[in-house]
């Protein structure tokens, strides 16, 4: 591979390289061609072929970077976590707005054609996320006393949950889809399922970042600054997701 | 084949920043010809070049999508911050060199799907702004307008946490925060904003996108949607938008004021804490101002005038700056002080013909008139283009280690200064007297401004031999000029110290900064 021939080595003369950054920008591009052969021109198969082409680089270039960066940049890394959450919570609060906009404009609420929302499951899905924020930080606390066996352990327990919540997710919406409530129904249709969707994307990047550095843990390359980033973008999850649960389930 | 390889797959900030500098020219030469297509169509009453509406909305399309999204951001927050941050604060790279990789390379799948829109059917139609319902229904393909926003804005993000990261933790030793350059302070102020609106943009652009293909009701008010929501959001960003450009480019030009006035800047820290910071909080209050003819409840209305009158003490205590810091110096008129001082002039002009616009009950005359177009451009686009133009003239001899050619870079100046006036004065001046409104492919109910129509496509044309002689100016310089000392400005600032191209890694030695220095030492007449 091309690439790592100059990584890992600074101070030296030859200018930095990486192709990573490179293929996943290709990655994406086919991703937004993809949607559109599908969604403007109707030609489902180039829009297969988009995506068949899209996914590979995308998931190839971060297997490349993460393997080939583990631990660079290592100090700056949680600040700049921090950085990125302050964007990622601005998405959240347009929608927000939005959503606030609409229902206080609204003459009556809920809107015709809405259906009772389940408030077990979200209790319990709020629950298994919250357990799993203090099982990443549980797992934390092992990466700081360098127990790695006991990191990986309480690392899988916190994906484990994480895709708990996808799967109950899963099901509700599943379930309401089935009952005739969707995006088309009504305003309140179309503010659930992109306010869930949203918050349900972010739990996916969050899982995808564990899974991501768990192979290159399991071989016994631990990086500190990248799990404490980990652990934050995680946490931010959680957070929003109690201001969904109280917005769009409980008002 | 490894020169290839060094370049594409680049992670140095020096090559980062170069292929931004291509990208973002290259875009820059795309969107021009949409302009001059459109002053081509509108210099005589009736079909010139086109008998259809959607094409000429398609070229609006992509000038001002172009231009802003393709051209002014990259050119400043990618090209301008990329090449010049880490010099400036005596750091070997950025923070991640990885991810401004992939920042510029998100920007370039970016500008890629911009230009599809002149080879794929039904080219996207809604202008830059993207407004609902006419984006929701048209047969154009909105689509491509939100991906292109979207790659674009993320690229900025990513490239906006690296920067802020960057700057915090990677000064040289010694270089405390009040000794940055007041270019550092402007892109921290544009990145920083960066963060905070561009997201709010990519949700109000995914959303139409969502409303046309997924069927969702966010903008459909039969079904309980608003309109309205879309223009909030997507000025939410986009007033912003016009500070993240005009911070780095009167950031450029302060660099270039002291280095060639031979002063310090006037007022450094009121101009950094006072003016660059007032920007940034003061810039998110102020979108309701495109909105004043769209419904607004007076409140609102009233309350956003007073802080968008409020926006010009910061932006006034910038200026005083920037003329104290010309104040008794030793001026000399290179390419880039010409540069410099035109963009002055020219974001005065414009500057000042915002406040009757910034006045609700003036502009509900001039809203959508040419007048409006004639005030952003002058703010907007030449200053805008005229700084970045400083700026690529500046430090062309850091870039390239080679010199350009001073008299073609003077009678460009002066072909791209007299072409701007000639459109955008006039373009006022008919705003203003006939209330011809904009936006029209062609203008058959105003047969009186014919004349001004034809002067103002005169005009482009100045404008474009400008453009052209800078282009092919720097690619000869770059060829083939001759070569150029390490510090031909004789200036203070860090980035001088290096050699001309500078290597990966920028020093030999990471650089010491001493107790008395600043960028700006210069001695005192």
């Not at chain 2, 992509?62 to 090209?79: R, S, V």
Request: hydrophobic residues 50%; neutral net charge.
């Amino acid at each position: 591979m091309a690439a790592h021939e100059s990584a890992h080595h600074e101070g030296h003369d030859a200018w930095g390289t990486s192709i990573w950054p490179f293929v996943i920008s290709f990655g994406v591009l086919a991703l937004t061609l993809s949607f559109t052969f599908h969604f403007v021109y109707h030609s489902t198969f180039t829009a297969v072929i988009a995506l068949g082409l899209g996914i590979p680089l995308i998931l190839g270039g971060i297997a490349g970077w993460v393997s080939e960066a583990m631990g660079e940049g290592e100090g700056f890394s949680f600040t700049s976590m921090a950085w990125f959450i302050l964007a990622e919570a601005m998405i959240f609060v347009s929608c927000f707005v939005g959503y606030w906009f609409s229902r206080l404009e609204a003459p009556f609420w809920p809107p015709e054609g809405s259906v009772a929302l389940p408030k077990v499951l979200p209790l319990v899905m709020t629950v298994a996320l919250v357990v799993s924020s203090l099982t990443i930080h549980r797992a934390e606390h092992f990466l700081h006393e360098g127990n790695r066996d006991g990191f990986v352990k309480w690392l899988l327990l916190t994906i484990l949950l994480g895709l708990a919540f996808l799967g109950m997710s899963a099901y509700e919406w599943n379930h309401l889809i089935h009952e005739n409530f969707t995006v088309k129904t009504n305003i309140f249709g179309t503010f659930f399922y992109s306010i869930t969707g949203l918050h349900g994307s972010h739990v996916i990047v969050g899982l995808a970042i564990f899974i991501a550095g768990l192979l290159p843990a399991m071989k016994g390359n631990l990086s500190v600054g990248f799990w404490r980033t980990a652990g934050l973008y995680w946490h931010f999850v959680d957070i929003i997701w109690f201001f969904v649960v109280s917005q769009v389930y409980f008002w | 084949m490894s020169v290839i390889k060094e370049w594409v797959f680049t992670t140095d900030h020096k090559r980062v920043g170069i292929l931004y500098l291509i990208g973002s020219v290259a875009a820059f030469v795309v969107a021009g010809i949409m302009a001059l297509l459109m002053r081509a169509e509108l210099s005589a009453i009736g079909p010139t070049l086109t008998a259809n509406p959607t094409t000429y909305n398609v070229w609006l399309y992509a000038h001002g999508a172009i231009m802003i999204l393709g051209f002014q951001i990259p050119a400043l927050t990618g090209f301008a911050a990329n090449y010049c941050i880490p010099l400036m604060i005596g750091a070997k790279d950025v923070a991640f060199p990885r991810l401004n990789a992939f920042s510029v390379w998100l920007f370039y799948m970016g500008v890629i799907l911009a230009l599809l829109t002149f080879v794929i059917p039904d080219p996207p139609d809604v202008l830059w702004t993207g407004y609902p319902p006419y984006s929701t229904i048209t047969t154009g393909n909105t689509a491509l307008y939100t991906f292109t926003v979207l790659l674009i804005g993320f690229a900025s993000i990513i490239a906006g946490v690296n920067f802020l990261t960057t700057i915090a933790y990677m000064r040289a030793q010694g270089m405390t925060w009040n000794k940055l350059n007041f270019f550092v302070w402007s892109i921290i102020g544009s990145f920083v904003m960066q963060l905070i609106y561009v997201p709010v943009l990519g949700t109000a652009v995914l959303l139409i996108s969502f409303d046309k293909y997924l069927g969702t009701n966010f903008f459909d008010p039969t079904i309980g949607g608003d309109v309205l929501t879309y223009q909030n959001l997507f000025w939410f960003y986009s007033h912003p938008a016009v500070y993240v450009i005009f911070l780095p480019f009167i950031g450029i030009l302060m660099e270039i004021l002291a280095t060639f006035a031979k002063n310090p800047v006037f007022n450094y820290k009121v101009a950094v804490y006072g003016g660059c910071w007032g920007i940034v909080i003061i810039s998110g209050e102020v979108w309701i101002h495109h909105l004043y003819v769209s419904g607004m409840p007076d409140w609102l209305r009233i309350g956003q005038m007073v802080t968008t009158l409020l926006i010009s003490v910061p932006v006034g205590l910038i200026t005083i700056s920037m003329v104290g810091t010309l104040y008794k110096g030793s001026i000399t008129f290179e390419t880039p002080m010409l540069y410099g001082l035109g963009t002055l002039v020219l974001f005065l002009i414009g500057g000042l013909t915002g406040i009757p616009l910034a006045v609700t009950s003036l502009t509900v005359n001039l809203s959508e008139t040419y007048y409006v177009v004639g005030h952003f451009h002058y703010v907007m686009a030449v200053a805008g283009t005229m700084a970045i133009f400083a700026g690529v003239y500046y430090w062309f001899p850091k870039m390239t280690g080679k010199m350009y050619s001073e008299l073609w870079g003077k009678i460009g100046f002066w072909f791209t200064f007299v072409g701007a006036n000639v459109i955008f004065w006039t373009m006022m001046d008919v705003g203003v007297r006939t209330g011809l409104p904009r936006r029209y492919y062609d203008f058959a109910a105003f047969p009186q401004v014919a004349n001004e129509q034809y002067i103002m496509s005169v005009g482009a044309i100045i404008i474009a031999i400008g453009f052209t002689i800078t282009l092919l100016n720097w690619i000869i310089g770059a060829a083939r000029g001759p070569k150029a000392s390490d510090n031909p400005w004789g200036s203070m600032s860090l980035e001088w110290t290096t050699v001309s191209p500078p290597p990966h890694g920028n020093w030999p030695k990471p650089p010491v900064v001493a107790e008395d220095w600043n960028p700006y030492a210069y001695t005192k007449r």
